[in-house]
């Protein structure tokens, strides 16, 4: 035995790792080692029963090159896969491999992750000196053959550990593994879509007769008018709100990989498009793998996901899969098998992104993407920040919005750290119709992936068009105000359309329109408008129509009786555009490197909105605004402090305000994070459930506090 032992370690290295079972020739061996093997493999090597060479297992000690996360740091808790996230227990017919650095894996999950190119530890980032791998019995040596069977779904396979050559030369080899993936020319081979019986989401849980749609309110700016008099710019405020999507996830942290959510949304086509330059390596990376572990394990079944891996060039290293539980767990495999390295080039990552989606066979109906990025794009974009570059060559014509070719894909861009180009992040949301987040802190990354999600899959209403129309003959639309959304004037500007595109489940929508009233003596009440609504039902993928449109009417007294009462609604609205006018107007200031002038236009405009009816009722949108041109106007304090955040920080803000969506901010740790006020209650959900997961957060991580530490939206009676 002893010399069987010898030569064994002659043949993989006196360091290597091998679980011995008890002896060769008992009949219960197997079921022995798999016993043995589920206890964790030892990080040293093992001595057997009668060998006499005085070999002890030493304590390894891992590489001092390896890359740690804080001792604060996500880990895995104890019997759970950090790959895979199921739990680890012996006897379930599962091999359990221990690595040097202490933490333990399914020895399938973590053999896929090292045939994939990757030699470091999922959850410190510790460069391993050794790796397992699984061969088949008919490759290995007589004396090794069957030596490390573990269970019966690993028949006819062997278990070993094999010793890493020195690094010393390998900096200049090491490759990403996307780099090894064949890649096909044409993406054809998504995974089809299973016919499932859809639930439709808008019944009402108790009164199956009452269906619940987009709802409309309108609001004028006063609500009369006196006969003798003409009143300019007359406001009236839209307001729509979805519906909900009839339920919510389960956020009690011990999911098991289903579904947060029901079939009662629509699915989607989820393409995320990441950053794996060399600036990523370490801890960045090993948080964006855990973010993604969690994008992964809330997708639904009929979800589908592709990852795209960029640096230098790009790879789809996952095709487009249902999330089902194994296209979950390979999911997973593929995203832990990435490395840093290269430069950055974003250009190449969203072709490929859009590649996935103009190849695809099958559809679902919503479709989106998520692109993170820590640099500047070194290949297509070689300017500076508003020094005329066009943006425009970064993204995809398929993808651009209003391009005619009727797909409708938005790029939910993530800006990450204080050296990402947030001009070109938020230019590529913009041009494609998604939103802008600024990542300041990494570990806040979950959260903000979490918070796209959750709007994601909440999506209940698709290609809403809202119809604004004058009833009186005398009244003309002097203009609408509807932020990125794209609107037209028709008919004289007697008519105006207003294209919203997807509302998540309960998000809401507000548009300023304005109209010159006339001096009208004829009546004593005055139609203005009537505003109609039309949407596609993204579950029956049906045309709804309104079925009451909703009419603007005001009082036309003889004489005004009293002082009237300004709305509270439009005085409200009309803060939160005058403080993106401002934000809007104080960036152009500060990128031509005038930042006093851009701090007073914002001190004006906080001023200005304190003198507001809402401010003084209290308003707590109002009050948000004000704390937010506060804190815009700190992060503009000097050059450097603007170039590092500011300007990210005032980007990422007219993103939200402009598509009336949540996105991420800052570090997102104090009240200043103001955008959320856009949350829906699903983004919530998702967001809490992100904090509250299995992993549990870290003592001391920042989080994206759910939408009760915010100003939340106002409630209209």
Not at 130 to 147: G, T
Not at 362 to 372: A, D, E, G, Q, T
Not at 493 to 519: C, H, K, M, Q, S
Request: some cysteine; hydrophobic content about 35%.
């Amino acid at each position: 035995m002893g010399s069987k032992w010898r030569k064994l370690k002659l043949v993989l290295g006196l360091d290597s790792c091998v679980h011995i079972p008890r002896a060769f020739d008992d009949s219960s061996s197997s079921s022995s080692a798999a016993a043995r093997f589920s206890g964790g493999i030892s990080p040293a090597v093992v001595s057997p029963p009668g060998d006499t060479s005085g070999y002890r297992p030493s304590t390894p000690t891992p590489s001092s090159s390896g890359l740690r996360l804080p001792k604060s740091g996500p880990k895995s808790p104890k019997g759970t896969c950090a790959i895979c996230l199921y739990t680890m227990k012996p006897g379930q017919g599962h091999a359990i491999f221990t690595a040097e650095c202490s933490h333990s894996f399914h020895f399938h999950c973590i053999t896929s992750n090292v045939k994939h190119g990757n030699q470091i530890c999922p959850v410190c980032r510790a460069k391993w000196k050794e790796v397992p791998f699984q061969s088949p019995a008919s490759n290995i040596p007589h004396d090794m053959a069957r030596i490390n069977q573990v269970s019966p779904r690993d028949e006819g396979w062997t278990t070993v550990i094999r010793r890493l050559p020195s690094p010393q030369g390998e900096a200049g080899r090491q490759i990403s593994s996307l780099y090894h993936v064949t890649e096909p020319a044409v993406f054809d081979d998504d995974e089809a879509l299973d016919q499932q019986t859809i639930i439709s989401p808008h019944k009402n849980e108790t009164d199956h007769n009452v269906v619940n749609t987009v709802e409309i309110k309108t609001y004028p700016e006063v609500s009369a008018v006196p006969k003798s008099a003409a009143h300019d710019a007359f406001a009236v405020l839209i307001h729509l709100k979805a519906p909900h999507s009839g339920t919510k996830p389960d956020i009690d942290g011990n999911s098991t990989g289903s579904s947060p959510v029901e079939n009662s949304r629509a699915s989607v086509d989820l393409v995320t498009v990441l950053d794996v330059s060399g600036s990523m390596a370490g801890t960045k990376l090993a948080l964006l793998k855990r973010a993604m572990g969690f994008v992964i394990q809330n997708l639904g079944p009929s979800d589908r996901l592709s990852v795209i891996a960029f640096s230098s060039t790009a790879r789809r290293i996952f095709p487009l899969r249902q999330m089902t539980d194994t296209g979950r767990q390979q999911a997973l495999q593929a995203v832990n098998s990435l490395v840093s390295n290269g430069g950055t080039n974003i250009a190449e990552g969203l072709r490929k992104g859009a590649k996935v989606f103009a190849d695809r066979r099958w559809k679902n109906s919503v479709c989106s993407i998520i692109l993170l990025s820590d640099g500047q794009d070194t290949y297509t974009v070689n300017s500076r920040p508003n020094s005329g570059t066009d943006y425009q060559s970064l993204v995809p014509n398929s993808i651009h919005r209003n391009n005619g070719m009727g797909m409708q894909i938005p790029v939910h861009a993530f800006g990450f750290g204080s050296d990402h180009d947030a001009t070109s992040m938020h230019s590529i949301s913009e041009i494609s119709g998604g939103t802008f987040s600024f990542i300041e802190a990494e570990d806040v990354i979950q959260d903000a992936f979490a918070q796209c999600i959750g709007g994601l899959l909440s999506v209940v209403v698709q290609e809403l068009q809202v119809e604004v129309e004058c009833v009186h003959p005398h009244l003309q639309l002097s203009s609408v105000k509807a932020g990125s959304y794209q609107t037209s004037l028709v008919a004289n500007a007697r008519l105006a359309t207003i294209n919203v595109g997807d509302l998540y489940a309960e998000e809401e929508r507000d548009f300023l329109v304005t109209v010159n009233v006339p001096v009208d003596k004829s009546s004593d009440e005055m139609s203005l408008l009537i505003v109609r609504g039309l949407y596609r039902d993204s579950i029956t993928k049906e045309m709804v129509a309104l079925e009451e449109a909703s009419e603007v009417k005001i009082q036309r007294p003889d004489v005004r009786n009293g002082e009237l009462v300004v709305s509270i609604e439009v005085d409200r609205q009309r803060n939160r555009l005058r403080a993106a006018e401002a934000m809007s107007e104080a960036r152009v200031a500060a990128e031509r490197g005038d930042l006093s002038t851009a701090v007073s236009v914002l001190d004006t405009c906080h001023k200005a909105l304190s003198e507001t009816v809402s401010a003084q009722a209290g308003d707590r949108l109002c009050v948000s605004l004000s704390a937010e041109l506060k804190e815009m106007q700190e992060r503009m304090a000097n050059q450097r402090i603007y170039e590092q955040s500011g300007r990210a920080y005032v980007l990422s803000g007219l993103s939200s305000h402009s598509w009336q969506r949540a996105t991420a901010r800052g570090d997102s740790t104090d009240s200043s994070s103001l955008v959320q006020s856009y949350q829906t209650p699903s983004m919530v959900d998702m967001v809490t459930r992100s904090q509250t997961m299995v992993f549990g957060a870290p003592q001391n991580k920042r989080v994206l506090r759910p939408a009760k530490s915010f100003p939340e939206r106002q409630r209209r009676q």
